[in-house]
């Protein structure tokens, strides 16, 4: 088993920036991959970014120049920063984990860009 815990979502305005964290406890194995992914009111989950424990990356075409992803696997912990929000950026973002001991989703944080 593996737990995850988000921090980091709030309101923001357009233009601003916010950054999400995301720890992995439990089950942790070399191998993984930690990422974000999100879900707007309405529509389906979508990947956000991701990124290996080796360090590949892969990130939505809508948020690329945007939001950047890392990972300090020390702390078993994953960020995503993100800048120049928009109004269509506003989401429950979820961690996601999946690796050895199975695939795991975190309780959702939420992120709403308005003025």
């Known amino acids: 088993q593996v737990q995850l815990v988000e921090s980091g979502g709030g309101l923001v305005q357009p233009g601003g920036s916010l950054r999400l964290s995301c720890t992995a406890a439990g089950s942790i194995f070399s191998g993984n991959v930690m990422g974000w992914y999100r879900q707007a009111p309405g529509k389906q989950r979508e990947l956000v970014a991701v990124m290996s424990s080796g360090g590949t990356t892969s990130y939505a075409d809508s948020v690329k120049g945007r939001f950047t992803i890392s990972r300090d696997n020390a702390k078993n912990t994953v960020y995503l920063q993100m800048n120049n929000l928009k109004p269509d950026d506003t989401a429950a973002y979820y961690c996601?984990?999946?690796?050895?001991?199975?695939?795991?989703w975190g309780q959702g944080t939420q992120v709403t860009i308005s003025s």
């Open positions: 996601h984990y999946v690796g050895r001991s199975g695939a795991y």
